[in-house]
């Protein structure tokens, strides 16, 4: 245990602090974010590491680094709020991880063409992911609902301010109307027809 590095020794004890903390604030599910640091973030930080070696073939661990990274980072912050709907646009930051991936894998292969494709696919991600994102928080939230609810019953309190909007006349069927309006059409067929 000599080549340890002195942090990886202290990883228990900063789990325990970290834990402590967590429960005295009471902080989300603790043990579910927990599990995900250390099954998929933690991962992901040992894919990183070997990215860091700096040599040309650990250049593509930069992929699975941000991708794992990501997950786990995610998934802890909706066990820690609870927002768990955030499913439904969250996916599209994994473009944003590839992308991030493939410019790290770029710039230590010193390869532009990828590095500007993971630049690309990180901000089309990352724009479709705040506009869908606000979208979907905008049209789920109570605000919406309460404003759509505003907007009945306002448009119905001006319905009922003017009486006259909601009377209907009666049309005059009289057979002088009728007799009027036959012999109109008949004026306009012969006009057309001459």
Known sequence: MQNTHPLIKKLPAFVLILMGVFLLLNIGNVLLTLIFFVTI?????????????????????AIPATLTIGTGLLLMY???????????????????FLGLGLMMMGRRLNERELVKIG????IISGVAFIAIGSLVIF??????????????????????KDGD??????????????????????????????
């Open 41 to 61: 973030t933690l991962p992901g930080l040992g894919f990183l590491w070997v990215y860091n070696r700096g040599e040309d073939y650990t250049a593509p661990f």
């Open 78 to 96: 909706q066990s820690l709020t609870g927002y768990w709907e955030s499913w439904a646009f969250a996916w599209i930051l994994y473009g944003v």
């Open 119 to 122: 630049r690309l696919m990180t």
């Open 139 to 160: 049209f789920t939230t109570a605000l919406l609902k309460y404003g759509i609810v505003l907007a009945l019953v306002g448009g119905g309190l001006y319905l009922l």
């Open 165 to 194: 909007l909601l009377r209907f006349e009666k049309r005059k069927n009289s057979d002088e109307n009728v007799q009027a309006n036959i012999h109109s059409l008949k004026v306009d067929v012969e006009q057309e027809i001459a």
